[in-house]
């Protein structure tokens, strides 16, 4: 049971670049999330998906896309990098608090390092 | 919208003592989740201690507990016998109780340990 598993660790981008950060969980949860961490800020909504099919924006959603294909997959895209962008990008699965009758912890992926140049 | 407000950002405490972390909230809601997370330098986050708005006794988790005050909306970590590995991160972490399980944080404290 490996949790929820990111990748890359580190990337460095040129403005403009595309590129997704991957994010996976095994515990068939059905809630994933994106967060972004900025010095100072605490960590910030992105996207997230409560199942399959279905994302809804968060706090920052601007120059992010999403999709959920899978319950185990939730993939985070940069169209077009930017300087802002540069951040530490968390992703965080949970189960469902409805079907669950106990499980409201969100367990939270190693973080990838961003760099925007 | 909901708030979370940690307005220490840098706390120190030496080795074997007890450091209080503050945290302020704003919410419309009666019901929802507190949380306390740690971030060591690993970068992972790491669950301290969660509250139930709805439970009036305040949660425990060995020498970590909280000072839940529902009418002032604060939520402080208490931190006894304080040790090394207790360094790091700590953010202040609010939820509703239905629906997206949106995590809203605070800003964080960082935690030094003094030997």
């Known amino acids: 049971n490996a949790g929820v598993t990111q990748t890359p660790k580190f990337q460095v981008l040129k403005t403009g670049q595309s590129m997704t950060l991957q994010c996976a969980q095994d515990m068939n949860h059905e809630y994933m999330s994106w967060y972004r961490q900025d010095p100072g800020m605490g960590l910030r909504l992105i996207h997230y998906s409560v199942g399959a099919g279905i994302t809804d924006q968060g706090e920052v959603p601007n120059g992010y896309n999403v999709s959920r294909s899978t319950t185990e997959d939730f993939p985070l895209r940069l169209l077009s990098a930017a300087p802002s962008q540069t951040s530490v990008y968390f992703c965080a699965s949970s189960s469902h608090p409805i079907l669950a009758s106990s499980s409201y912890e969100q367990y939270f992926g190693p973080g990838t390092r961003l760099t925007v140049t | 919208a909901q708030t979370v407000t940690q307005s220490q950002p840098e706390m120190s405490v030496q080795e074997a003592e007890t450091v209080t972390l503050s945290c302020t909230y704003d919410t419309s809601e009666s019901d929802y989740y507190l949380f306390w997370y740690k971030q060591p330098p690993s970068r992972q986050m790491i669950l301290v201690i969660r509250q139930e708005a709805y439970k009036q006794q305040n949660a425990t988790e060995n020498r970590f507990s909280v000072n839940f005050q529902k009418a002032a909306k604060s939520f ?20 509703k ?15 030094t340990i003094n030997p």
């Open chain 2, 76 to 95: 402080s970590l208490k931190i006894s016998d304080s040790q090394l590995g207790d360094a790091a991160m700590y953010f202040c972490a609010y939820r």
């Open chain 2, 97 to 111: 109780i239905q629906g997206a399980q949106k995590l809203v944080f605070g800003q964080g404290t960082r935690l």
